[in-house]
C-alpha cells in the first residue's frame, strides 16, 4: 500500500476518533449538588432561606432558576418530614368539650404525582369554626400552604395559613369565614405554583 495513503487513513481515523469524544458530540449532565446550585443563583442562598422568603423577593429568583434546580428542591422538600401533633384539646374548652358539631368532612388525595392521604373536617367548636387534618401525610414542598376552596382553585379560594407539617394532626382557625362556599382544602406549594394535594368536603 501506499505510503501516503496509509498515512491518510490514519489521519481520518484520529480525525473521527477525536471528533466522538468532543464535548459538542455528546449531551454532558450537569450533577451539581443543591446547596452549590442555589449559591451559584444567589451568593449564601439556601433551601431554608429559599422557603422562608416572601413571594415578591422569592420570584426574582425563581425567574433565573433552571427547572433542574426547581426540581432538586422539591426531591430534597420531600425528603423533610415536618411531624405536628395538635389534639382537639387546643380548640375546645373543658366544659364543653362534647358541645362541637362536624359541618364538613373529606379525604385527601395526592395532585400532580405528589401523595396525599389523611381527613380534612370543619368544626364549629363554641360557636367557632375549624380546619382540621387527621391522620394527615402529604409529601413534603418547599413553603406548603393551606387553601379553603369554592372549586379546588387557590385563585379563588382564601389563604390560611402555611401547612403547619407535612405529618400528623393540625388545626386552622376559619374565624370570619363562610364555610357555606367553599367545598375544597387544597394543599399548594407557594413559589412553584403547584398542587400537592386536596380534600373535596361534602
Known sequence: ?????????IVGILVIVGGLASPLFYETEINESLPIALDNIESGLTLET??????????????KMPDRV???????????IQIVSEDMDEM???ESRN???????????GLAGHQAEGIAKIL?????????FEEFDVTNGPDLRVYLTPNGNVH??????????????????LDDIDTDIYDTVVIYCQPFGAYFGQAKLN
Open 1 to 9: 500500500m501506499n505510503k501516503g495513503i496509509l498515512i491518510g487513513i
Open 50 to 63: 429559599f422557603s422562608n422568603m416572601d413571594d415578591i423577593q422569592r420570584q426574582k429568583i425563581i425567574e
Open 70 to 80: 426547581k426540581d432538586k428542591i422539591m426531591e430534597e422538600s420531600a425528603k423533610i
Open 92 to 94: 375546645i374548652k373543658e
Open 99 to 109: 358541645e362541637f358539631e362536624i359541618i364538613k368532612t373529606g379525604t385527601f388525595e
Open 124 to 132: 364549629e367548636v363554641n360557636g367557632k369554626s375549624f380546619l382540621r
Open 156 to 173: 379563588d379560594g382564601v389563604h390560611l395559613d402555611k401547612l403547619k407539617g407535612s405529618k400528623g394532626n393540625q388545626n386552622y382557625s
